[in-house]
């Protein structure tokens, strides 16, 4: 059983690669551009058919289609955590993930012959990649969040010295912000204004940038960026209370991280307690077969939900470790 998973993985794997390599090589420089070509068309007639029906183009952007929904939040998530000014590909990943599909259903439908399973299989293998873009776009909020909060007294002080000029505020405050992540995100919205087409597509950034940090100041100071920027207006007295609202939660986070000072420490002992309580059983056991505890349903099942129970709590602990930067 062991060597049969490890050959269906290394197949799944390999077939994936060359069909994903494939679709890299002569695909995505071909087919990409007339996918996105007929998309972009899909819209533009969807978007007629809706004037016409409704008269009103607000109607549409208030109630999108799923696959809308779906391609705006993969767009978003892989613009969040692209660290280059490259435009992102949404058909490539969409691509990986039905290819993953494909190939494992295959697969496992030849191995084992259950419909039902090898489908339920193949959809959480196919939302590996999705699941891999999520921790590392969660990873990037956690730490954007804490340096926005950080970093914001650089940018008020720089919007009183450019003399109320958003965009010269935000180009003095990049040259002092030190943390290279937090530069990039302000540079896409920097660009943002300076290559901006149409008031949408600089929304669009700013939309990049709040889902980037995402946390309740960010969306705070998007909306007031938008407002300087398309609107002219001077937005120094909402900029003042924002800090202060900045400094109140900072003081509120050194207090949290006191209070569960203790609770993330218990947090992790599990990795301390489980490995040295397993070796301790195993030495007990003297001349008995350790082993065969662990074929014993019970035994097994006990053992499972100490492991997972472990997991959990180290994993909480490792999201408490710092405080939440949102309200």
């Not at 109140?248 to 990795?271: W, Y």
């Amino acid at each position: 059983m062991f060597f049969t998973v490890i050959d269906l993985s290394c197949k799944l794997v390999s077939y994936s690669l060359i069909i994903y390599g494939i679709w890299m090589l002569v695909g995505a420089p071909y087919l990409t551009p007339e996918l996105a070509e007929g998309y972009r068309k899909y819209k533009r007639k969807k978007r007629v058919r809706r004037i016409h029906e409704l008269a009103a183009i607000k109607e549409k952007s208030k109630h999108p289609s799923v696959h809308t929904k779906l391609y705006r939040h993969l767009e978003l998530v892989l613009l969040s955590i692209n660290q280059s000014e490259k435009p992102v590909n949404v058909f490539n990943f969409i691509f990986l993930s039905v290819t993953i599909f494909s190939v494992s259903f295959v697969l496992l439908m030849l191995s084992i012959d259950d419909l039902v399973l090898s489908l339920l299989i193949s959809i959480l293998l196919a939302a590996l990649p999705y699941f891999f873009l999520m921790v590392k776009l969660t990873a990037v909020r956690s730490r954007t969040s804490l340096l926005f909060l950080q970093y914001f007294p650089i940018i008020l002080q720089s919007y009183q010295s450019a003399n109320r000029d958003i965009y010269f505020a935000l180009s003095q405050s990049i040259s002092q912000i030190k943390n290279r992540e937090m530069q990039r995100v302000f540079m896409k919205l920097m660009n943002a204004m300076q290559l901006q087409r149409s008031e949408e597509e600089f929304e669009n950034s700013v939309r990049v940038f709040i889902y980037s940090i995402h946390s309740t100041f960010s969306k705070r100071f998007g909306k007031l960026v938008i407002r300087a920027h398309l609107d002219k207006s001077d937005i120094s007295e909402s900029f003042a209370q924002l800090d202060a609202d900045i400094r109140k939660r900072k003081a509120d986070m050194q207090s949290e991280k006191t209070k569960n000072f203790d609770t993330v420490n218990l947090g992790f002992l599990p990795i301390v307690t489980i490995p040295f309580a397993f070796y301790f059983a195993h030495s007990l056991s003297g001349v008995l077969d350790f082993w065969y505890f662990f074929k014993q349903k019970t035994n097994l099942t006990l053992f499972i939900l100490t492991v997972v129970g472990g997991l959990l709590c180290v994993s909480v602990s490792f999201l408490l470790r710092k405080p939440k930067a949102d309200l």
